[in-house]
């Protein structure tokens, strides 16, 4: 088959915004399928060094193409730039009959804007990325934007609890189906000794990402919300925390209080500018600690972090906060939940005290739940079990 993956790659070129859609490529590409890197979202390209959209996409272009050459893949991919329509990459002579002949598209974090061409696609799926958020934003907006939702032929979700009676995520019409984020263990395991774990705990987040959704009356947030909960953890364990962290919109973070309370800062922008250096972040710390989105907690999406399954993929364990997702994976080994901060600190010390079998258990996870080989080949054929749920795990 020919599939046509989409994201935001160019789009948001700094940070680890890429591995969230290369695993996509990865796995599509290991199961023998010829694979095509599609951005065409619509927007202007955004451009980090002016830090706001830009007619001119040649910063984004350069890291697409950086990207997508590292990875074997400097032939495979189209860039459609917004401003002025124009196609960019190697194919871009051919992009329209390249798109018209294509089996599939998989449009990842819904990043891709359906026109015609890609709108006619016979199997079109469907990946949301930022389950609640995405959900009432559908649901509040104007129909052009409920019908780009609607003309895909099935629909897919991180919110692991979504649709089940005590989830909150208004699902419409729509039959939403639960995937996990893919990992390649190739690009993301650890030779032993290669890379030596340090003695902090780190995690990457923006402190706000953008505005918080209301539903029926009631407001769904931002990771600050959560955060603010856990902001004793440092005084509570002995452990180092060191967080690069994302001012947000009008830069609201509180970083004197921050830091009076023991955590250790980093500006993402300087500390993992590229995907590289983002691998290397999350391959150099001891584990992760995270809390999730408020609206992911509240409204018990059971949403699960493409960040985490990095860690987990590198053996290095997780202790991150519960939105529904343990009603449906294993935890307690390598993987450790928490609803509180006095919680957090308690799973944080079981790992302390044996962290080899942790780290151990954390890459087994990975193994298990992560290969992107199992989880695209389900975007493909999903398989209801007797109950007509569709397992995430066969």
């Known amino acids: 088959m020919r599939i046509v993956v989409t994201g935001y790659i160019g789009q948001y070129a700094f940070g680890g915004v890429a591995w969230d859609y290369l695993h996509y490529l990865f796995g599509f590409r290991a199961l023998g399928h010829d694979v095509w890197y599609l951005e065409d979202t619509g927007t202007w390209s955004y451009n980090p060094l002016e830090e706001g959209s830009s007619a001119d996409c040649s910063h984004n272009l350069a890291y697409l193409r950086q990207v997508m050459e590292t990875f074997d893949l400097g032939d495979r991919w189209i860039y459609r730039n917004a401003a002025d329509g124009v196609y960019h990459g190697v194919a871009a002579k051919s992009a329209d009959t390249l798109l018209v002949e294509a089996d599939a598209l998989v449009n990842v974090s819904g990043s891709c804007w359906l026109r015609d061409v890609t709108a006619h696609i016979p199997l079109k799926i469907f990946v949301d990325t930022d389950p609640m958020f995405n959900h009432v934003a559908f649901a509040n907006r104007s129909s052009k934007y409920t019908d780009q939702l609607l003309n895909h032929t099935r629909h897919y979700t991180c919110g692991l609890h979504v649709g089940l009676p005590d989830c909150k995520v208004p699902t419409g019409p729509i039959h939403w189906l639960p ?37 029926q009356g009631k407001l769904y947030g931002q990771k600050n919300i959560e955060f603010l909960k856990c902001i004793s953890l440092p005084n509570l364990s002995p452990e180092k925390f060191i967080i690069a962290m994302g001012q947000g919109p009008g830069r609201t973070r509180p970083t004197a209080q921050l830091i009076k309370n023991g955590w250790s800062i980093v500006e993402p922008h300087e500390a993992l500018p590229d995907f590289r250096a983002y691998r290397s972040f999350l391959m150099g710390s001891k584990g992760e600690w995270s809390v999730a989105k408020h609206g992911y907690v509240a409204a018990k999406t059971g949403w699960f972090s493409y960040r985490t ?68 080949l389900q975007l493909l054929e999903p398989k209801p079990s007797k109950t007509g749920i569709v397992k995430i795990f066969s």
């Not at 984020?181 to 030779?191: A, N, T, Y």
Request: charged share 25%; with cysteine; glycine share 4%.
């Open 309 to 376: 399954s990095s860690y987990l993929a590198s053996g290095r364990p997780a202790v991150v906060q519960d939105t529904g997702w343990t009603n449906h994976l294993p935890e307690g080994e390598g993987l450790l939940s928490f609803n509180t901060v006095e919680e957090a600190s308690e799973k944080i010390r079981q790992v302390c005290e044996d962290y080899d079998r942790h780290s151990k258990a954390a890459s087994q996870f990975a193994r298990e739940h992560l290969d992107p080989r199992k989880i695209c």
């Open 179 to 215: 995937t996990m984020q893919p990992v390649s263990l190739p690009h993301w395991q650890i030779d032993a000794g290669t890379i030596r774990p340090s003695d902090a705990w780190t995690t990457v987040m923006n402190w706000i990402s953008y505005a918080d959704a209301e539903f």
